[in-house]
């Protein structure tokens, strides 16, 4: 793929507040956009902060010229309307964002040859994807649908996170070949949406029973979940990942992995190892990791709506599942 010429009027993506699942989510759409329309610039607005300036910036600095952040493209409306009046002209526009009135200014004040939004029944898009006429409820699938709705047929999104060799031979000083290694991931930003703690050690216990080697993904400052997993799996491995990069280029290593709704595991998504999601007060629909090779265990499953209702059986079952998958 040749690059953008920067001289072309560039394609815009505008998004509210995004945190690192919330960008992950949009990487294929990205990916999908870059392919189709090669010679030009991508700028990434966001109304608020966005990782693609931050922790994704690695992975996504070939595939984006521009990301703006703060914007302050919500409200009030006049100033607003001064603010995209500023912004360049552009090729297209593609709105993730759900507001009719947010929407509708930039549909009306931004200088663009088609546009492009979420809306329901694609309100104020220039089109609609072939025969699709309400939008998809996942975030992921959702923006695909735009890229579709813009190049009129199927898009072409599939691929993981570049890698440096530097990167590629940590983690294979990490987790040598000859093993099987599984990936916990036992954190996320909300408490609510955490499997209890020791629901991972007992499923850490079951793997390395199985043979399987838990590779546990951590925090500097998770001494106790540490501790608490290590003395259910004394064979555990914690590698220190202080960039991501790093962790992504572990998650490759991995034959599979189990991860809350969390960023953590839309990264472990992103990288193509297959993946077990324990979903509890949140929807799956909307927030389910965008992946070929998952299975998401549900508290719906069994008669709840928290984490506490997952059963460590469902998650091992579910991992066995995923081994015993023909590799790609």
Excluded at 15 to 28: A, C, I, N, Q, Y
Excluded at 61 to 86: F, Q, S, Y
Excluded at 102 to 125: D, I, M, N, Q
Excluded at 197 to 215: M, Q, Y
Aim: glycine fraction near 8%.
């Amino acid at each position: 793929m040749s690059g953008p010429d920067p001289t072309a009027r560039p394609i815009a993506v505008l998004v509210d507040r995004e945190g690192l699942g919330d960008s992950l989510l949009k990487m294929p759409f990205l990916r999908a956009i870059a392919r189709a329309w090669p010679g030009r610039p991508i700028w990434w607005i966001a109304s608020h902060q966005t990782a693609m300036a931050h922790e994704l910036a690695p992975f996504v600095r070939p595939l984006i010229a521009e990301v703006i952040e703060h914007a302050a493209l919500t409200r009030p409306p006049i100033p607003v309307i001064g603010r995209l009046r500023k912004l360049p002209p552009f090729e297209l526009v593609f709105d993730s964002r759900t507001r009719g009135l947010t929407v509708l200014l930039a549909r009306l004040f931004l200088s663009h040859r088609g546009f492009y939004c979420c809306l329901p029944g694609y309100l104020f898009s220039s089109r609609r994807p072939p025969g699709r006429f309400a939008r998809p409820r996942g975030i992921a699938a959702r923006m695909l649908s735009l890229a579709e709705a813009a190049i009129g047929g199927t898009a072409d999104w599939e691929g993981g996170l570049a890698l440096s060799d530097e990167a590629r031979a940590f983690a294979a000083a990490c987790l040598p070949d000859g093993r099987t290694y599984v990936g916990l991931a036992p954190g996320s930003r909300e408490a609510r949406k955490n499997w209890p703690l020791p629901r991972f050690a007992a499923l850490a216990e079951k793997l390395a029973a199985s043979g399987r080697i838990p590779v546990v993904f951590i925090g500097p400052q998770e001494k106790a979940v540490r501790e608490e997993l290590l003395r259910a799996a004394p064979s555990a491995i914690f590698p220190e990942t202080p960039r991501l990069e790093l962790a992504v280029a572990v998650a490759g290593r991995l034959a599979a992995a189990v991860a809350n709704d969390s960023g953590m595991g839309h990264l472990l998504a992103a990288t193509e190892t297959p993946l077990v999601s324990l979903f509890g007060p949140t929807e799956v629909a909307r927030w389910a990791p965008f992946t070929r090779r998952g299975i998401v265990v549900s508290a719906k499953e069994f008669g709840g709506t928290t984490m506490e209702d997952i059963p460590v059986d469902a998650a091992f079952s579910a991992v066995e599942r995923l081994l015993a998958q023909p590799s790609r």
